[in-house]
C-alpha cells in the first residue's frame, strides 16, 4: 500500500465515521470513557507545568482535530489559548469548527502542511501521528510551523506493549490498513538532539477499553492504577513535549 494509499483510506475512514452521526457529545457524557481519556491530557497539563510551559494566552495549532474530543479536554486545561484545528478530513474540521465557536480551521494533510514556518506558537497532536506512513515526518513539519514547540501524546513501544501486541490485545495495525508506529523516549530524544531542540518525555498507562458496567470500570480503574504504580515506565502511552530553541544543558530528561 502506497502512502497516498493510507492517507486516503484514514480520510475515508473519518469522513464515514462523520457520516455514521457520531459526534464527541457521544463520549463527553460517557464516564468510563472520560476517566481514562483524560489522563494523558492530565499528565501533558502537569508535564508543561513542571516545564514552565503555559499555553494560555498563546496560539496552538490542533493537528488531526478528529470528532473535537482533544481540543475539547486541551480547552478545559487551557481556556485562555487561541486554538486553530486542522485534519486531512475536511468533515472533521467542520464538524469541529461548528462545537467550539471561534475556533479556525482548515484542511491539512499533515505530512506536507500549507502554513509558512513559525505560523503558531505551539502545535499538539494526540494519538494520530501513527497514522501517517512517515511519522518522523509529521513530527518535523509540526516543528516546522510552530515558533516555540511541539507537545504529542502517542502510542509508547515498550517489551509489554509489544507482548500485548504479540497477544493480539493490541494492535500492529490498524482496521483502515496503517501500521501503528509507536514511540520510544530514545526515540524523541534522538530527533531532538539531532535539531539541537529540547524535549521532556514521560510514559503512562491508560486503557482503551470502554467499560459496560460500574463493576467493570471499577475494575479496569484498579489495574490501570497498579500498572502505573508498578510500571508506568512500559506503559501504552507517552507524552512528549518538544522546545525549540538553543540546548544550553543537553536534552531535558
Not at 494523558?40 to 496552538?60: C, R, W, Y
Not at 486541551?74 to 467550539?100: M, N, W
Request: neutral net charge; glycine residues 8%.
Amino acid at each position: 500500500m502506497t502512502a497516498v494509499e493510507i492517507k486516503e483510506r484514514v480520510r475515508d475512514s473519518m469522513d464515514r465515521f462523520f457520516i455514521g452521526q457520531v459526534t464527541v457529545a457521544e463520549y463527553e457524557h460517557n464516564y468510563f470513557h472520560d476517566y481514562f481519556r483524560r489522563m494523558p491530557f492530565a499528565l501533558t497539563h502537569q508535564m508543561l507545568g513542571e516545564a514552565g510551559i503555559d499555553l494560555n494566552g498563546k496560539s496552538v495549532h490542533l493537528a488531526a482535530c478528529g470528532t473535537g474530543i482533544d481540543l475539547f479536554h486541551l480547552s478545559r486545561l487551557y481556556s485562555g489559548a487561541k486554538f486553530f484545528v486542522t485534519d486531512i478530513s475536511s468533515q472533521a474540521v467542520s464538524s469541529t469548527q461548528r462545537r467550539f465557536h471561534g475556533v479556525g480551521g482548515q484542511t491539512e494533510d499533515l505530512e506536507r502542511l500549507s502554513f509558512p514556518d513559525n505560523s503558531f506558537d505551539w502545535s499538539f497532536i494526540a494519538a494520530a501521528i501513527h497514522h501517517l506512513p512517515r511519522p518522523a515526518l509529521g513530527v518535523y513539519e509540526l516543528l516546522r510551523v510552530s515558533r516555540e514547540g511541539v507537545i504529542f501524546i502517542e502510542p509508547h513501544d515498550s517489551w509489554l506493549v509489544r507482548r500485548f501486541v504479540s497477544l493480539g490485545l493490541a494492535q500492529e495495525y490498524e482496521d483502515v490498513g496503517n501500521y501503528v508506529y509507536r514511540w520510544t523516549e530514545s526515540d524523541v530524544k534522538k530527533l531532538c538532539r539531532s535539531l539541537y531542540y529540547n524535549c521532556r518525555c514521560s510514559t503512562m498507562f491508560a486503557t482503551h477499553r470502554v467499560a459496560k458496567t460500574r463493576l467493570e470500570f471499577e475494575l479496569l480503574r484498579g489495574l490501570n492504577f497498579l500498572a502505573n504504580t508498578l510500571v508506568s515506565g512500559s506503559g501504552n502511552y507517552i507524552v512528549c513535549c518538544i522546545t525549540k530553541g538553543p540546548v544550553k544543558s543537553g536534552v531535558l530528561k
